[in-house]
């Protein structure tokens, strides 16, 4: 194969190569991937708060429950000795009473105040069970994402390897000087080194060349540069 037909080989493969990357780079699949990831971070931390709200719940539930056991055995204390007969006196009967009265309304107002937490901490239940579900949806769609940017990642590369045996078997084909001529041109002219002409134009600054330019690229196999932007010009046959 002619050099100069190698070197649009090699342009075609880096531009290959640079397409590659850049779709691996994708600005949306990565930014989708870092607003998922941020929604998940705060629906954690959502769910990791209401569940401690909820067991600070539960632990207030058993201190009115262990209150009102108390409050219950109190009761039966006080009624015992009311109904028992072992006091007659009747100023001691009436503080007992009174005692029985006061721990009776503490214990109502107790079990009124623990039924609102109970059901508060059904709503929360519910909510926390809700918030969960949600939050492993989004989960599952993460993974999902990561795994479909993973597995096209790992096709790309196996691409890229491809392209760099590809390459690798044109530069055995190249002299050293025309590889680092390129390279060099490559650098300088931003990935674009090897460019049609079309219409008689350069393809890579748009300049219209010469005729005898153009007709000297189309009959000759010898490397032929722009005038006006030093790219290598190629006449594609196949046009």
């Known amino acids: 194969m002619a050099t100069l037909e190698l070197l649009y080989q090699l342009e075609k493969l880096n531009e290959e190569s640079k397409g590659l990357k850049s779709s691996m780079e994708e600005e949306s699949i990565v930014e989708e991937m870092d607003l998922l990831k941020e929604v998940v971070i705060r629906m954690e931390e959502d769910w990791s708060q209401k569940n401690n709200e909820l067991q600070d719940l539960k632990h207030q539930i058993k201190k009115e429950e262990f209150e009102d056991a108390r409050l219950v055995r109190k009761e039966k204390d006080y009624k015992e000795q009311l109904y028992s007969g072992a006091i007659s006196n009747p100023k001691e009967l009436q503080k007992l009473q009174e005692k029985l009265n006061t721990t009776l309304k503490s214990k109502e107002e107790l079990e009124d105040n623990l039924l609102e937490l109970m059901l508060e901490l059904e709503a929360k ?31 790309i590369n196996q691409e890229l390897v491809r392209i760099n045996s590809a390459k690798e078997e044109i530069f055995d084909k190249l002299e050293d000087k025309l590889i680092l001529e390129y390279e060099n041109l490559y650098r300088r002219k931003r990935g674009r080194v090897v460019v049609e002409i079309s219409d008689g134009y350069c393809m890579g600054c748009r300049m219209l060349l010469p005729v005898n330019l153009v007709e000297e690229v189309k009959s000759s196999e010898e490397i032929v540069y722009c005038e006006n932007c030093g790219r290598i010009l190629y006449w594609n046959r196949k046009n």
């Open 125 to 155: 239940e519910d909510e926390l069970i809700s918030l969960k579900e949600d939050l492993e949806s989004k989960q599952e769609e993460l993974l999902n994402l990561e795994e479909d940017y993973q597995q096209g990642t790992t096709k």
